[in-house]
């Protein structure tokens, strides 16, 4: 069974730094590519970082340059750095991993984790 648990959000004031880690369980993490989403109160769920299982990352215009996705292959993690952080990054972040099974990809979402960013 595949699981994805997410830790490290909190509240922190304006201009703090979190990080965020998705621990995996259940899946080939190694070959999976690996992503960050999150959704704000009243808006769409978006993708904020990804990182392809050769490591390659993508992020939105918004936290380029402030945020940085990394994976861990050992211990099957990926992580989230977030620096210089602004109110509008507050949001739930999930974690999510798009699986390879043969011919087939399988995605899974983990159960979020609150991010607040206020004075």
């Known amino acids: 069974q595949v699981q994805l648990v997410e830790s490290g959000g909190a509240l922190v004031q304006p201009g703090g730094s979190l990080r965020l880690s998705c621990a995996t369980s259940?899946?080939?993490?190694?070959?999976?590519?690996m992503g960050w989403y999150r959704q704000a109160p009243g808006k769409q769920r978006e993708l904020v970082a990804r990182?392809?299982?050769?490591?390659?990352?993508a992020y939105i215009d918004s936290v380029k340059g402030r945020f940085t996705i990394s994976r861990d292959n050992v211990k099957d993690t990926v992580y989230l750095q977030m620096n210089s952080l602004k109110p509008e990054d507050t949001a739930i972040y999930y974690c999510?991993?798009?699986?390879?099974?043969?011919?087939?990809?399988?995605?899974?979402w983990g159960q979020g984790t609150q991010v607040t960013v206020s004075s």
């Open positions: 990182i392809t299982s050769r490591a390659t990352t």
């Open positions: 259940g899946m080939v993490f190694s070959a999976s590519d």
């Open positions: 999510n991993a798009l699986v390879p099974v043969g011919d087939v990809t399988f995605q899974y």
